[in-house]
């Protein structure tokens, strides 16, 4: 099983990037499928969820109303779109997959999900 996180970069504040992940390597159907972001020194913190089960987001409130969650289920691919980026955006960006039905916020700590691709770097210059 294998991720592959793609579309990390340097950005201007204020502008956008779409990171994506492609799965492949077994089936993704039903999977939650998520982002998380780690910068230097910090612990990784969860970004963004869509679930497998009905495709229901979730956000970190740091991003909610910038950043987008979407999925192909075809490909599989999911995708992070991230608009009016901050310097505190600045972080490797991980993707991530997970069974199961998921209840409360389990959907936003890393035990949740089992597989992991590598970090894409996202460098937001002010």
């Known amino acids: 099983v294998q991720l592959q996180a793609s579309g990390g970069g340097l950005v201007q504040a204020g502008g956008s990037r779409r990171l994506s992940c492609a799965a492949s390597g077994r089936t993704f159907s039903g999977y939650n499928m998520g982002w998380f972001r780690q910068a230097p020194g910090k612990e990784r913190e969860f970004v963004a969820t869509i679930l497998g089960n009905g495709g229901t987001t979730y956000y970190a409130d740091s991003v909610k109303g910038r950043f987008t969650i979407s999925r192909d289920n075809a490909k599989p691919t999911w995708y992070l779109q991230m608009n009016s980026l901050k310097p505190e955006d600045s972080a490797a960006y991980y993707c991530?997959?997970?069974?199961?039905?998921?209840?409360?916020?389990?959907?936003?700590?890393?035990?949740?999900?089992?597989?992991w691709g590598q970090g894409t770097q996202v460098t937001v210059s002010s």
């Open positions: 991530a997959a997970g069974p199961g039905t998921w209840y409360d916020t389990w959907y936003a700590t890393t035990a949740a999900y089992r597989y």
